[in-house]
């Protein structure tokens, strides 16, 4: 069993910056992808990014410019930096490990 904990999430501006956090715990498979979706309310919940266990990322396009996505392997935790935040990029952040979830952490962009 994985247990994810994301955290970071909260209320800014457009504009803004927020960096979430993501920690792993229990029977981790430190080789496995991590990664980072996001879901809007009523929407469906979509890819954010990904860094695999050597480093190698991916940011679809609305994210590229603006997020940076990292891992810490000694500490099993995965990081979004999000800045130049839009309303758009509002929504519910749930990390992703090995076919496990967490619970999520709230952003909100205000206008």
């Known amino acids: 069993q994985v247990k994810l904990v994301e955290t970071g999430g909260g209320l800014v501006q457009t504009g803004g910056s927020l960096r979430l956090s993501c920690a792993a715990s229990g029977s981790i498979d430190a080789s496995k992808t991590m990664s980072w979706y996001r879901e809007p309310p009523g929407r469906t919940r979509t890819l954010v990014g990904r860094v695999t266990s050597d480093g190698q990322t991916f940011l679809v396009a609305s994210a590229e410019g603006r997020f940076t996505i990292s891992r810490d392997n000694a500490k099993n935790t995965m990081y979004l930096q999000m800045n130049n935040l839009e309303s758009e990029d509002s929504g519910r952040y749930f990390c992703?490990?090995?076919?496990?979830w967490g619970q999520g952490t709230q952003v909100t962009i205000s206008s």
């Open positions: 992703f490990m090995g076919g496990f």
